[in-house]
């Protein structure tokens, strides 16, 4: 049972550049969402999804896009990259309950120079 | 506005002592309780959560709605207790995400 995969691990890119960070579940979990975590400012949400084909801004969404065309699967997408979106990033499942808890992947740590 | 505070950034100590996390939130309702935590190199998990009342790895949480908090506490800490812990809280209703508080790095010391 993998849980939660995010590709890659790590990545640098330059300013301007654009990629996309995988995130992919195996639990069938309908909620998803990406994470931010940088020093002294905990983690914040940047995206959710609470089902396919449905997804909503969390906390920091700017300079991010995400689509969620399965169940399994939800990139985010960094259209032109930024020094500021230097961080480690971590997408998380859960299954949707109030009382259930989110299944992080190993986490993305993205380099912008 | 729904806030989770983590007023410690740091908290350190010697193995043996006790140690409490603290955790106060600002929401409307009942929340869900939840802590994580983050070993080095290794990904959030689950700590514990309120509504299982449980004991994991020695630590517990309890909540005082009275002053909204979710304090973590250990009596003895252990070395290996060494992490970064996350209170996240589950708003009542809504979209089951949580907001995490900034985090507190736990280092315990020989």
């Known amino acids: 049972n993998a849980g939660v995969t995010q590709t890659p691990k790590f990545q640098v890119l330059k300013t301007g550049q654009s990629m996309t960070l995988q995130c992919a579940q195996d639990?069938?979990?309908?909620?998803m969402s990406w994470y931010r975590q940088d020093p002294g400012m905990g983690l914040r949400l940047i995206h959710y999804?609470?089902?396919?084909?449905?997804?909503d801004q969390g906390e920091v969404p700017n300079g991010y896009n995400v689509s969620r065309s399965t169940t399994e699967d939800f990139p985010l997408r960094l259209l032109s990259a930024a020094p500021s979106q230097t961080s480690v990033y971590f997408c998380?499942?859960?299954?949707?309950?109030?009382?259930?808890?989110?299944?992080f992947g190993n986490g993305t740590r993205l380099t912008v120079t | 506005a729904q806030r989770v505070t983590q007023p410690e950034k740091l908290l350190s100590v010697f193995k043996g002592a006790p140690v409490e996390l603290k955790c106060n939130y600002s929401y409307s309702g009942s929340p869900e309780l939840f802590w994580y935590v983050q070993y080095s190199r290794q990904r959030l998990q689950l700590l514990l959560r309120h509504i299982s009342r449980e004991s994991i790895k020695g630590f517990t949480a309890d909540l005082n709605k009275g002053e909204t908090s979710f304090h973590l506490k250990k009596p003895f800490a252990q070395e290996e207790d060494s992490a970064m812990y996350y209170c996240?809280?589950?708003?009542?209703?809504?979209?089951?995400?949580?907001?995490f508080g900034r985090g507190t790095s736990l280092i315990v010391h020989p």
């Open positions: 639990m069938n979990h309908e909620y």
């Open positions: 998380a499942s859960s299954s949707g309950t109030g009382s259930s808890p989110l299944h």
């Open positions: 996240a809280p589950i708003p009542s209703g809504g979209s089951y995400i949580p907001t």
């Open positions: 999804s609470v089902g396919a084909g449905i997804t």
